[in-house]
Every structure is written in C-alpha cells, then in structure tokens.
C-alpha cells in the first residue's frame, strides 16, 4: 500500500529516474493501490529497463531507507499495462493521470496532495539522487 510518505518519494523517485532514462514525465497520478503515469519516451528508450528501475529500485530504496511501516514493504504487482497516446491526446490523457483519487476515491491517499508536474523540478533539485 502506497501511504502519502511513500507518495512524495515515489514521485520524486520517478521523476529523477526519467530524468537518468531520457524520459520525461507528463503526468503522474498515485493511489494508494497503483500508480499512473504518463511519459514522453526518448526514441532509444529501453521500456523495461525504465519500468524495472521505477518499481524495483523503488521497493529497494524504499526499504533502505525506511520509507513508510517497515512491516509492510513497498511490493509491486508483477507487470505493467503499456498504452501509446498520440501528441493531440496527450493532455486528456494527463488529466485522467492526475484525476486518479478521482477516478478511485475509495484509494485515495490520507494527508497527501496530488503534486503538480510544473513543481516537481524545484523540488527535485532540493533532493538527493536516487542510487538503484
């Protein structure tokens, strides 16, 4: 379960391993469940390598670091859904992204505010990087 500690890391994480991808993250809704994202991929992008990096280094950070009740570790579901969007749908599909307490309000995260992806840059830089 994703609790709003785990949330902030979370999305500081992913931004900072786009960054180290060649990725940039459009938009990013989280859940207590999952995570969506949308993200603009470079040509030579390595979509599982990208994926491996969010969730495992993610988990393994997390733990490290005692991010969140130690008894209940950041675990990732096996897989992922992978959807293409073209350039003119981009910014419907941010929205839906960034509406998932919305769309899930039974999974909505307690004392956590969706972020928005214009912030994230100044705040990242005020972050160590992450180590996978």
Known sequence: ????????????????????????????????????????????????????????ASARVAMRDNIGPRQRPLRWAKGYDLRSVSPGNAARAADYVEAQSLHHPDEAIAGWTQFRVADIAAELSRQPQPAS
């Open 1 to 56: 379960m994703i609790d709003a500690e785990r949330a902030r890391f979370l999305q500081l994480f992913f931004f900072a391993v786009a960054l180290e991808e060649r990725a940039q993250i459009l938009a990013l809704g989280i859940v207590s469940t999952h995570v969506h994202s949308l993200i603009a991929l470079n040509v030579s992008a390595d979509i599982p390598r990208l994926i491996q990096r969010f969730k495992g």
